[in-house]
C-alpha cells in the first residue's frame, strides 16, 4: 500500500488506461497536502519572485518589493515556487533537522514542471553549499537533494567558507552577517551560465553572494531557484 509522504494516509489511486501507462509522480502526496501547499500564482516581484499580493502597498513599488530596493542589483533574479507557511515550515523541519529524506519526493512533479517553466535547461545547476560541519551534522545537503529533482546537469564549483545556522538568526542578522563562498576551480566558471538551487529563500543573503562569488570568477550569468520564498 502507498501513503502518503507526507501525512502517510493510504493514497487511493484511480485506475485507467492512463493512469497505468503514465503513473504520476503525484502519487507520493495525498491531494489534500497537495492543496495545503501554497504555489506563488499572483503577482511578483521581478527580482526575487516574492507575491506581491502578500505584501501591503507600502512594501513594494510597481514590480518591485523593497527588499529588492535596497539590495539595489537590477540584474538579480529568483524564483520560488512555494510560499513560506506553518505547514510548509514543518515540512522542511522534517526535511532538514529531522532527517526525513524521502520527503522531498512529494514535490518532485510540481518542482520540475516550475523548473521547466521558469527557467533555462541548458544552465548549470549548483546547489548552494554547506559547511563540513553542517554536512556533516545533516547527514545529506537539501539544496543538492533539490537539484538532484530536476536535472542532472549539476556542478559544485563553490565551497562554502563560514556560517553559523540561518535558521537560528533574526531577519536583522542574517543581513549582517552574510555567508562567504569561494569558487574552487575558476575554469569551471568562466563564461558559464548557472542556475543557484536552493530550499527557502529569506533575505537572499545566501543566494545574492554565492552569485556575486561566482559572477566575480567570471560566470556569464547566475540567477537562482528556491523552492519557498518566505
Known amino acids: 500500500m502507498t501513503i502518503c509522504l507526507i501525512c502517510f494516509e493510504p493514497l487511493v489511486s484511480s485506475f485507467d488506461w492512463r493512469s497505468l501507462l503514465k503513473p504520476s509522480s503525484t502519487d507520493r502526496i495525498c491531494t489534500v497536502c497537495l492543496q495545503r501547499c501554497p504555489i506563488i500564482t499572483s503577482s511578483i516581484c521581478r ?21 529588492c530596493q535596497k539590495w539595489n542589483d537590477g540584474s538579480f533574479f529568483n524564483r520560488s515556487l512555494y510560499t513560506y507557511s506553518n505547514f510548509m515550515q514543518s ?29 533555462n535547461p541548458k544552465a548549470i545547476l549548483v546547489p548552494i553549499p554547506l559547511t563540513d560541519e553542517r554536512l556533516y551534522e545533516r547527514g545529506f545537503n537539501q539544496s543538492l537533494a ?3 529533482l530536476i536535472s542532472d546537469n549539476i556542478e559544485m564549483p563553490l565551497v562554502r567558507c563560514s556560517g553559523t545556522k540561518q535558521s537560528k ?42 552569485a556575486k562569488c561566482l559572477q566575480e570568477a567570471g560566470a556569464r550569468s547566475v540567477r537562482s531557484l528556491t523552492l519557498i520564498r518566505a
Open 169 to 210: 538568526k533574526n531577519r536583522r542578522s542574517r543581513l549582517a552577517e552574510r555567508p562567504e563562498f569561494k569558487v574552487v576551480n575558476s575554469s569551471m566558471v568562466t563564461n558559464q551560465e548557472f542556475l543557484l538551487i536552493d530550499d527557502i529563500y529569506t533575505t537572499g543573503a545566501t543566494v545574492r553572494q554565492a
Open 146 to 148: 533539490l537539484a538532484e
Open 91 to 119: 515540512i522542511i523541519e522534517r526535511f532538514k533537522f529531522q532527517g526525513d529524506y524521502e520527503i522531498i519526493q512529494a514535490f518532485k512533479e510540481q518542482w520540475y514542471k516550475f523548473y521547466k517553466k521558469e527557467c
Open 47 to 67: 527580482g526575487c519572485g516574492r507575491s506581491l499580493a502578500d505584501l501591503a502597498p507600502s512594501h513594494y513599488e510597481l514590480d518591485t518589493c523593497k527588499d
